[in-house]
């Protein structure tokens, strides 16, 4: 069994920061890609950030120059750090990993059960 947990949500005023964390565990034989999607209400999740295994990252363009993301291979873990949020940022964040599980013939997307940032005005 592979599993991603999230944390690091929560409410924040427009202007501040957060910071999201999300751990794969479990069977895992190899991780690669790791990423975070959102999804506010009404409309479709949509990509917000992706590093791979060596660390290439790409942003969506409008949260470049406000969001980093940034992983720690010995732990699995991705992080997301906020800054500049503002209101259209609420939304309830995924995170996303490819990764081969134990036993498994090939790679396959994971996700994460989601983690709400409300951005207040």
């Known amino acids: 069994q592979v599993q991603l947990v999230e944390s690091g949500g929560g409410l924040v005023q427009a202007g501040g920061s957060l910071r999201l964390s999300c751990q794969a565990s479990g069977s895992i034989f190899s991780l690669n890609a790791m990423g975070w999607y959102r999804q506010a209400p009404g409309k479709q999740r949509e990509l917000v950030a992706t590093i791979t295994i060596v660390g290439n990252t790409n942003y969506a363009d409008s949260v470049k120059g406000r969001f980093t993301i940034s992983r720690d291979n010995a732990r699995n873990t991705v992080f997301l750090q906020m800054n500049s949020l503002k209101v259209e940022d609420t939304a309830v964040y995924y995170c996303?990993?490819?990764?081969?599980?134990?036993?498994?013939?090939?790679?396959?997307?994971?996700w994460g059960q989601g983690t709400q940032v409300t951005v207040s005005s």
């Open positions: 996303n990993a490819d990764l081969r599980a134990w036993g498994a013939l090939r790679s396959q997307a994971y």
